[in-house]
T-cell receptor
Framework: QQPVQSPQAVILREGEDAVINCSSSKALYSVHWYRQKHGEAPVFLMILLKGGEQKGHDKISASFNEKKQQSSLYLTASQLSYSGTYFCGTEEENSGGSNYKLTFGKGTLLTVNP | DTAVSQTPKYLVTQMGNDKSIKCEQNLGHDTMYWYKQDSKKFLKIMFSYNNKELIINETVPNRFSPKSPDKAHLNLHINSLELGDSAVYFC???????????FGPGTRLTVT
C-alpha cells in the first residue's frame, strides 16, 4: 500500500524550516527517507524502526509514530543543497517482522531559494 | 570507485525490440533490486534478489525478466518493448533486504 506524503511541494527561503509528512493505512515495520536531486539517483537519508524513535543527521531529523503509522521529516535552517524530491518508503509489518518490500510515496518536491 | 553501476546510461529503441540493462555492485551486498521511475517520478519496486534468490516479484509484465548470475550482478531483460516501458530504471543494493539502499545512476529507456 503506497504511503501518502504531504505536502506535494514546498518552497522555502534559505534558513527556513520545513516538515514533510508520510502516513500509511497499514501497520509499519519501518520508514525510510531518501532524497533525489534532479537527474540523479535517490540517496539514503535515514531509517526509523518501529519503537517510536527519532533520528537526526545534521539539521535533518525524523520521527516515527508507529501507532499512528506516520513519520515526519524535519528540515531546519534549510540550505540550498536541501533542494530535491524527498521520498518516504514504508516497510509493512508482517507477523511481527517485515514484508521486506519498500513502497515509496509520490515524493515531496522541496525548493530552497536564496 | 563506483558502488553501484549500470549500463547503459541511455537506451533508445523501437517498439517490439528486446533489450537488456546490466547492474553491478562492488559493496559486497547480499540484496539487489530493480526499480522503475516513471515520468511522474513515481518510484516502484519491480524485483528484489537476496543471495541470488528472487524474494520480491511485483506485478510486472512477463516481458520483464531479471537474472542474477552472482551476488554482485543483477541484469534486467525486457522483451517486446512497448511505449509504456519508457522510464528510468534504477538498480539498487543493500546489505540485507530493505536496509539502507544504494542506488545506481539509472538507465533512461526511451521506446519510440
Amino acid at each position: 500500500q503506497q504511503p501518502v506524503q504531504s505536502p506535494q511541494a514546498v518552497i522555502l527561503r534559505e534558513g527556513e524550516d520545513a516538515v514533510i509528512n508520510c502516513s500509511s493505512s497499514k501497520a509499519l515495520y519501518s520508514v525510510h527517507w531518501y532524497r533525489q536531486k534532479h537527474g540523479e539517483a535517490p540517496v539514503f537519508l535515514m531509517i526509523l524502526l518501529k519503537g517510536g524513535e527519532q533520528k537526526g543527521h545534521d539539521k535533518i531529523s525524523a520521527s516515527f509514530n508507529e501507532k499512528k503509522q506516520q513519520s515526519s521529516l524535519y528540515l531546519t535552517a534549510s540550505q540550498l543543497s536541501y533542494s530535491g524530491t524527498y521520498f518516504c518508503g514504508t516497510e509493512e509489518e508482517n507477523s511481527g517482522g517485515s514484508n521486506y518490500k519498500l513502497t515509496f510515496g509520490k515524493g515531496t518536491l522541496l525548493t530552497v531559494n536564496p | 570507485d563506483t558502488a553501484v553501476s549500470q549500463t547503459p546510461k541511455y537506451l533508445v529503441t523501437q517498439m517490439g525490440n528486446d533489450k537488456s540493462i546490466k547492474c553491478e555492485q562492488n559493496l559486497g551486498h547480499d540484496t539487489m533490486y530493480w526499480y522503475k521511475q516513471d515520468s511522474k517520478k513515481f518510484l516502484k519496486i519491480m524485483f528484489s534478489y537476496n543471495n541470488k534468490e528472487l524474494i520480491i516479484n511485483e506485478t510486472v509484465p512477463n516481458r520483464f525478466s531479471p537474472k542474477s548470475p552472482d551476488k554482485a550482478h543483477l541484469n534486467l531483460h525486457i522483451n517486446s518493448l512497448e511505449l509504456g516501458d519508457s522510464a528510468v530504471y534504477f538498480c539498487a543494493s543493500s546489505q540485507l533486504p530493505t536496509y539502507e539502499q544504494y542506488f545506481g545512476p539509472g538507465t533512461r529507456l526511451t521506446v519510440t
